[in-house]
């Protein structure tokens, strides 16, 4: 099924309740592909899926939607609505090297 993979992370709750009904209900297929992520069947350019979630999905601009598609045989993807964030959520799992003073410079000042 070609078209677009979404990822999806809604600020207010009712945007759920609104995006599932608005995956339902569009004449595009979907397909669940883990947690908040669908695969949608949608017949259009990005600018009209922007369009139809924004008349139909309420409070979405404060939401992020992350948009994967294929463009000339290779993936691409573009937030439709939101940003990356400023830190990645894995960063703090990151082992920092541990810095020793060198020995020998402590033993001969």
């Known amino acids: 099924m070609p078209g677009y993979w979404m990822t999806y992370e ?10 599932y ?3 339902a209900t569009c004449p595009a ?3 669940e ?17 922007k ?4 008349e139909e999905v309420k409070n979405i601009e404060k ?19 939101g940003s990356r964030k400023l830190k990645n959520p894995w960063d703090v799992y990151a082992v920092e090297p541990e810095v020793k003073e060198d020995d ?4 001969h000042p």
Do not use: Q
């Open 10 to 19: 809604f600020s207010h709750p009712d945007s759920y309740e609104d995006f």
């Open 21 to 23: 009904r608005w995956v």
């Open 29 to 31: 297929k979907a397909m």
């Open 33 to 49: 592909c883990g947690m908040n992520v669908v695969l949608v069947d949608f017949d259009g350019s990005l600018e009209d899926l």
């Open 51 to 54: 369009e139809s979630l924004l």
């Open 63 to 81: 939401s992020r939607i992350y948009v994967v598609r294929t463009k000339g045989g290779a993936p691409a993807g573009t937030f439709l609505f």
């Open 104 to 107: 020998f410079d402590s033993l």
